[in-house]
């Protein structure tokens, strides 16, 4: 694999309001971004000077995962929606979900068309977690299983693929995808023994499998 899918730069959406219809009414920009200094208020900063880490400690990746929820939980508030916010360790990453409570499901305009709201509100939640804790944050957002769902579906046509460059041995193109999505084929074709690649640029930017 030549190349990391999974940095916030890659992604085509880092705004709220790029989300058009799908924008949360009940959130402006400025209520996202005093709920940015809430949560940098709330958590004392930890030393870190804002280096890049390569192997995170579990317990510095419980702290983004403590920091993040905190943060969707105010933002929820706000938005007056419900929603509960589960917080997992996932490899070298934090994972946090925001799923169904008891109060009712959540809202699937935190979703957006084609999860464009979802990855402004990933972004949004990684900034807040790095005014907290000085370290760029690399963690992963889910919205009612929406990512579980793609991540199955992309890993089904990953497997296609695959079959055909094992087939012809011909690298095959795939269809563009988000920088999550990429990731998922990338791990697909690493775990069958071939190697792949991203190319192109946003929106267009997709992954080239090749022959072993």
Known sequence: MTEQDTSPADQSSSSMNEAGEQEMPAVGAVQAVEVVEVANDATAPVSGGGKSRTTPSTSLLEREGEVAADFLEQLLDIADMDGDIDVDVDGDRAAVAIVDSEEGRVSRRLVGSDGKVLEALQELTRLAVQASTGERSRLMLDVAGYRAERRAAVVTVAQVAIATVKATDEKVAMD??????????????????????????EPQRHVVILPA
């Open 176 to 201: 563009p995808m988000t920088a999550f999505e990429r990731k998922v084929v990338h791990d697909a074709v690493l775990a069958a023994g071939l190697v792949s690649e991203s190319e192109g640029v």
